[in-house]
Nanobody
């Protein structure tokens, strides 16, 4: 079992920045690829960024490339999402999730956090 707890969400104006954190406990954090997945009201879940167990490979959704950066510290059992140039369309609940690889489909992640709300005002 892996327990995941997100933090860092909030309300920000368009063009602003936020940094999300996800702290893991339980089984070895470094065994898992990690992802940030978001869901806006009435929308499907979208994987916005994923990082391999060692941090050497990252994958981003086209909608966030060049604006968001995923990173991890296996020493701290934490994954981060730096979000810059935020836009109203980035408004969603953001979840971190642990899975097998950076190519794991959204519904294939084994463990999920409770989510943190990000709201971007125009």
């Amino acid at each position: 079992q892996v327990q995941l707890v997100e933090s860092g969400g909030g309300l920000v104006q368009a063009g602003g920045s936020l940094r999300l954190s996800c702290a893991a406990s339980g089984r070895a954090f470094s065994d898992y690829a990690m992802a940030w997945i978001r869901q806006a009201p009435g929308e499907e879940r979208e994987s916005v960024a994923a990082i391999s167990w060692g941090g050497g490979r990252t994958v981003y959704a086209d909608s966030v490339k060049g604006r968001f950066t995923i990173s991890r510290s296996n020493a701290k059992s934490t994954v981060y999402l730096q979000m810059n140039s935020l836009q109203p369309e980035d408004t969603a609940v953001y979840y971190c999730a642990a899975g097998a690889t950076v190519f794991t489909p959204v519904d294939g992640y084994n463990y999920w956090g409770q989510g943190t709300q990000v709201t971007v005002s125009s």
